[in-house]
Structures are given as structure tokens and as C-alpha cells.
């Protein structure tokens, strides 16, 4: 019988299988991207049967969601408690774009396939997702500018909204650019820390 992404008790072998499987999986996306990252290829990787996988799995669509769901929770994990522990409006921005831009160079494996995941989706490919992992990003930087507007530490000409998609598209542009040899990611975030700071900043008379 086979269990799916939310499924009940299971055993610690079971567990521990699920995710080999999982990591296997984020390894093949990564490398052959989502289309040719077939059970079959995964299996392979693992050297087990596909049905071992789809004992764990209801299919494709299940394990992709659940290798999104896996590095979302783990970014989250990793970034949401060190910028809700902000005080400030501009504590909180460069903590947001440090955090983010860090855990992409710290899991590319991870940022790899999530990124191939996202391209088949937009390109129409099957695929379990009709949104992307941006969109609810977006929604809650969205939120945390505003809240710190409100509280007089940034600007209130400009739209949360519109400032989080800008924000997002310069965080979302560095997957491209990390297997470039001479690119400096902490200089980058430099960068982008002070661009960030000077749009939102409140002008002192």
C-alpha cells in the first residue's frame, strides 16, 4: 500500500527511506532537470526498485511536492526566526536579503531543483504547482514592510507590494549567476543590502 506526502504514523526506516528517496531526488532534479527526472532515473541513483518509491510516494507529482515543501520548510526554518528578531525597519531589510541570499549559497543543490521545479511549472510542464515559492515570499515581505512603515522606520511613498516583487526579483536572479567562477555572492548581498536600504530609508531633515 502505498503512503503519500501526508500520510500517518510512520516507522523510523520508513522515515529514513522517504528521505534518501527525497534527497536522491533533489539530486536528479538538480542535475538532469524536472522532465528527465523520472522515478526510474531516481531509483538508479539510490539503487533500489521504483516500486520502493512508489511505496513511499503516489508518484512523481507527490515527491516533487514534497522535495518543494521539504526546502521551504527548511529555508524558513533557517531564515523567518533571525528576521522576525528585528527590531528596526532596516535591521529587518538586511537580515531578509542576507538571510535569503546565504541560504542559496549555502543548499545549491536544494536552490537547483527547486529552481528546474519552478521553470517546468511556468513552461506548462505536468506538474503539481499552478504558483511558485516567490508568490507567498512576496506576500510576507509585503506584510513586514508595511508594518515597519507604519511604525515610522520606512518611507510611506512607496507600495509594500511593489517594493517586495522588486526586492524578490534581485534575490530570485542569483541562481544563475552562482556557477559563474568570479561571482562574489558577498558582494552581491552588499549591494543589494545598500540599493534596498537607500529606496526604503526615511530621510532625515
Known amino acids: 500500500m502505498r503512503s503519500t506526502s501526508t500520510g500517518g504514523n510512520r516507522t523510523f526506516v520508513s522515515n529514513a527511506r522517504r528521505a534518501q528517496i527525497v534527497?536522491?531526488?533533489?539530486?536528479t532534479v538538480a542535475e538532469v532537470g524536472y522532465e528527465n527526472a523520472s522515478l526510474s532515473r531516481i531509483a538508479l541513483r539510490l539503487?533500489?526498485?521504483k516500486g520502493v518509491i512508489s511505496?513511499?510516494?503516489?508518484?512523481k507529482d507527490d515527491l516533487i511536492?514534497?522535495?518543494v515543501s521539504q526546502v521551504l520548510q527548511e529555508a524558513r526554518a533557517d531564515m523567518q526566526p533571525r528576521i522576525e528578531a528585528q527590531t528596526t525597519g532596516p535591521a529587518m531589510l538586511r537580515t531578509y536579503i542576507e538571510s535569503n541570499l546565504e541560504f542559496m549559497r549555502d543548499h545549491p543543490k536544494q536552490l537547483s531543483a527547486v529552481v528546474e521545479i519552478v521553470r517546468a511549472a511556468i513552461a506548462g510542464a505536468t506538474s503539481p504547482f499552478t504558483g511558485t515559492p516567490a508568490d507567498g515570499a512576496v506576500q510576507f515581505l509585503a506584510e513586514l514592510l508595511a508594518r515597519f512603515q507604519t511604525a515610522g522606520d520606512f518611507r510611506t511613498d512607496?507600495?509594500?507590494?511593489?517594493m517586495a516583487i522588486a526586492i524578490r526579483a534581485v534575490i530570485d536572479a542569483l541562481p544563475g549567476r552562482l556557477a559563474h567562477p568570479t561571482f562574489d555572492i558577498d558582494q552581491y548581498s552588499?549591494?543589494?543590502v545598500a540599493i534596498f536600504d537607500r529606496a526604503?530609508?526615511?530621510t532625515r531633515a
Do not use: L, N
Not at 23 to 27: F, L, P, Y
Open 55 to 59: 511505496y513511499h510516494f503516489a508518484g
Open 158 to 162: 512607496f507600495d509594500p507590494s511593489a
Open 190 to 192: 552588499r549591494e543589494v
Open 23 to 27: 534527497e536522491a531526488a533533489i539530486e
Open 47 to 49: 539503487g533500489i526498485s
Open 200 to 202: 526604503t530609508c526615511v
Open 65 to 67: 511536492a514534497e522535495i
